[in-house]
C-alpha cells in the first residue's frame, strides 16, 4: 500500500485574472520567505510522508510546470484539461492498487495546524475509506458545508446552501482508491449539462453508505485565495497560520 497527494491545478483560474501567471504561483511571505500559495499544500502532503505527490496541470499553465519541475520533493506532472474539480482530482487514478490511499487539497488553500494530511492518513490507516477533514469557518454557505454524527460519520454534504447544515466545511480530504473508484461513477452520474461537484458526489457516498465515510475536525485556521479579494488579503492573514 502507497500514499499519494493529489493536488488538482487543472482548472483556468478565471476568478483571479488578469494576474499574468497562474493564481497556484501567487507569492505570500510567511516568515521572512516568499512561497508559491500551493507550496504550502505540497509541503502539508510532504509532513504527511506521502510517497508521490501527483500535480495535475492545466495544458495552458506551463508556468506551472516550470516552477515545480526542480522542486526538491518527489513529484509527477499530469497535464490534462480538466472539465471539473473532482475530473482533475481523479485523474491520476488510473493503474493505482485498490488499497493504495490518496491525499487530496486545493491548491489555492492555506491551512493548518501542520499535521492535518498526517491525522487524514492515520484515520484511513485504521480502515476508513474515505475522510474529510473539517476546517470552521464564519459562514458555511459560502463552501460545502457538512453534517457529522457524535462518532464523525459524515451524514450529509451540501455545496454552497444558505443556511449550511453547520459552519463546518471540508478543506482536504483523503480516501483509498477502491472508493474513489466508487466516487468516480457518482461523479459521472451528474451529467455534463452542468459543472460536476465534488460536494454532490460526498453527499451522494453518504447517503448510500456502502462505505466507512468519516470527518475529522481540524480547527478554525483556512483561508481560500480563489477569488480577488481573497488575494488582497492573504498577505495580511498568513502570520495567523502555523505551517
Same mark, same amino acid.
Given at each position: 500500500? +502507497? ?21 497556484e504561483l501567487y507569492p505570500v511571505a510567511y516568515r521572512k520567505q516568499h512561497f508559491a500559495i500551493s507550496e504550502f499544500s505540497v509541503r502539508a502532503m ?7 505527490? &501527483? ?6 499553465? %506551463? ?15 499530469? @497535464?490534462?484539461?480538466?472539465? =471539473? ?13 485498490? #488499497? #493504495?490511499?490518496? $491525499? @487530496?487539497? $486545493?491548491?489555492?488553500?492555506? /491551512? ?12 484511513? &490507516?485504521?480502515?476508513? #475509506?474515505?475522510?474529510?477533514?473539517? /476546517? ?10 457538512? +453534517? ?6 459524515? %451524514? ?8 449550511? $447544515?453547520?459552519?463546518? *466545511? ?26 460536476? $461537484?465534488?460536494?454532490?458526489? @460526498? ?10 465515510? &468519516? ?5 478554525? =485556521? ?8 481573497? *488575494? ?10 502555523? /505551517?
Amino acid at each position: 500500500m +502507497k500514499c499519494y497527494g493529489i493536488l488538482p491545478m487543472a482548472g483556468k483560474g478565471s476568478r483571479v485574472q488578469p494576474i499574468a501567471f497562474s493564481k497556484e504561483l501567487y507569492p505570500v511571505a510567511y516568515r521572512k520567505q516568499h512561497f508559491a500559495i500551493s507550496e504550502f499544500s505540497v509541503r502539508a502532503m510532504l509532513r504527511a510522508k506521502v510517497d508521490e505527490i &501527483k500535480l495535475v496541470i492545466n495544458p495552458n499553465k %506551463l508556468d506551472l510546470a516550470k516552477y515545480y519541475a526542480t522542486y526538491n520533493a518527489p513529484l509527477s506532472m499530469y @497535464f490534462y484539461n480538466s472539465p =471539473s474539480l473532482p475530473e482533475s482530482c481523479l485523474f491520476p487514478i488510473f493503474g493505482l492498487h485498490d #488499497d #493504495d490511499i490518496c $491525499l @487530496f487539497g $486545493l491548491p489555492d488553500t492555506i /491551512f493548518s495546524p501542520r499535521d492535518c494530511y498526517v491525522k487524514i492518513r492515520r484515520c484511513l &490507516k485504521k480502515g476508513v #475509506d474515505i475522510c474529510l477533514g473539517l /476546517f470552521k469557518v464564519d459562514d458555511g454557505s459560502k463552501f460545502d458545508s457538512v +453534517k457529522i454524527s457524535g462518532k464523525k460519520d459524515v %451524514l450529509k454534504v451540501e455545496v454552497k446552501k444558505s443556511p449550511p $447544515l453547520s459552519n463546518w *466545511i471540508w478543506g482536504i480530504w483523503g480516501a483509498n482508491v477502491k472508493t474513489l473508484k466508487l466516487l468516480q461513477k457518482e461523479i459521472a452520474r451528474q451529467g455534463k449539462k452542468r459543472e460536476r $461537484l465534488l460536494g454532490v458526489g @460526498f453527499n451522494a457516498l453518504a447517503k448510500k453508505k456502502k462505505v466507512v465515510f &468519516k470527518a475529522e475536525k481540524l480547527g478554525k =485556521s483556512y483561508f481560500d485565495v480563489g477569488t480577488m479579494d481573497a *488575494i488582497v488579503k492573504v498577505n495580511k492573514v498568513i502570520d495567523n497560520f502555523n /505551517f
